[in-house]
């Protein structure tokens, strides 16, 4: 069975840029969650996607976005790109939600210059 | 809210000897706890989870954990490391219930030295 698999792997854009980030998890899996890694802010909890539905979100500045589609899939979007943005996206799935084990992707490197 | 506190942020250790990652949780409801792992340009891959039952959880790769509601911690150990065991590790929360949302400590730098 295919891993998570995230696209782009590396992407750099300029301040005030927008991106566009993507992820296909293991297939059955309908929960996408994403999470952002920085070195001085650690793993910190972006959104949750559920049959489509956003059913979790964190503390994020509406800048950043995201959607599922009816297959799983699913983007997160940041708009008006700022240097604090440049970090590891990760996406995860899992079959249901808590408890069942979440699968990672090995990530988007965003670098904002 | 749920937090996830790891002791030490790096663990300098020889191959062979064993080594003990510490884990501490903080929440007003019941978690379900778990270990990842992250080795350099790589996502997270799970070592262990405990949800119920035995506090003494085995994972992949010889680790296992011990779940202490009365300390709330969740150690993470190992009785003889490797050097391809140098990596970072972080342990997690999560609610029960329905979401997936995981709380992150900040991780431990496991370093294995000959």
């Known amino acids: 069975k295919a891993g998570v698999t995230q696209t782009p792997r590396y992407l750099i854009k300029t301040r005030g840029q927008q991106v566009t980030l993507s992820c296909s998890p293991i297939?059955?899996?309908?929960?996408v969650s994403w999470y952002q890694q920085t070195p001085g802010q650690g793993l910190q909890f972006l959104f949750e996607?559920?049959?489509?539905?956003?059913?979790n979100k964190g503390n994020f500045p509406g800048r950043f976005s995201g959607r599922q589609f009816s297959n799983s899939r699913s983007e997160m979007n940041v708009s008006t790109l700022e240097l604090g943005d440049s970090a590891l996206y990760l996406c995860?799935?899992?079959?249901?939600?808590?408890?069942?084990?979440?699968?990672f992707g090995p990530g988007t490197r965003l670098t904002v210059l | 809210a749920q937090s996830v506190t790891q002791l030490d942020s790096q663990v300098p250790v020889f191959e062979e000897a064993p080594v003990e990652l510490r884990c501490n949780y903080s929440?007003?409801?019941?978690?379900?706890l778990f270990w990842y792992v992250q080795y350099p340009n790589q996502g997270l891959q799970l070592l262990l989870k405990?949800?119920?039952?035995?506090?003494l959880v085995k994972g992949i790769n010889g680790f296992e954990a011990e779940f202490n509601k009365s300390q709330t911690s969740f150690h993470l150990r190992k009785p003889s490391v490797h050097i391809s065991d140098t990596a970072e590790y972080f342990c997690?929360?999560?609610?029960?219930?329905?979401?997936?949302?995981?709380?992150f400590g900040t991780g431990t730098r496991l370093q294995v030295t000959l």
């Open positions: 929440s007003s409801v019941s978690v379900y």
């Open positions: 996607y559920f049959s489509e539905t956003q059913r």
């Open positions: 997690a929360v999560s609610l029960t219930g329905t979401a997936s949302k995981l709380t």
């Open positions: 297939s059955g899996h309908r929960s």
């Open positions: 405990y949800l119920s039952g035995s506090t």
């Open positions: 995860a799935s899992s079959l249901q939600g808590a408890g069942n084990e979440q699968f």
